[in-house]
């Protein structure tokens, strides 16, 4: 499975964006949640993210680190 894959039906498929699926799960309201690799390609731009833990989404072979975006 590609990070993101164009199907032959018009719609998107691929681990990012079933990886984005999985951490609207553990979403509280408004909230804004990114896996590590997102918070880390955000070092630098003074968006500030606090450690929600590690987290095993169902159907991906290994946890993934979530964060949530506090400014």
Sequence with gaps: MDEIEARADG??????L???SRLTD???GDEI???RVIGDLLAGTGVE??????HQPK?????????AVTS
């Design 59 to 67: 159907g991906l072979p290994t946890p993934v680190q979530i964060q």
């Design 49 to 54: 993210l606090v450690d929600r833990g590690s």
């Design 18 to 20: 079933h990886t984005a």
């Design 33 to 35: 949640l990114v896996s």
């Design 11 to 16: 719609e998107i498929a691929g681990i990012a």
């Design 26 to 28: 553990h979403a509280r």
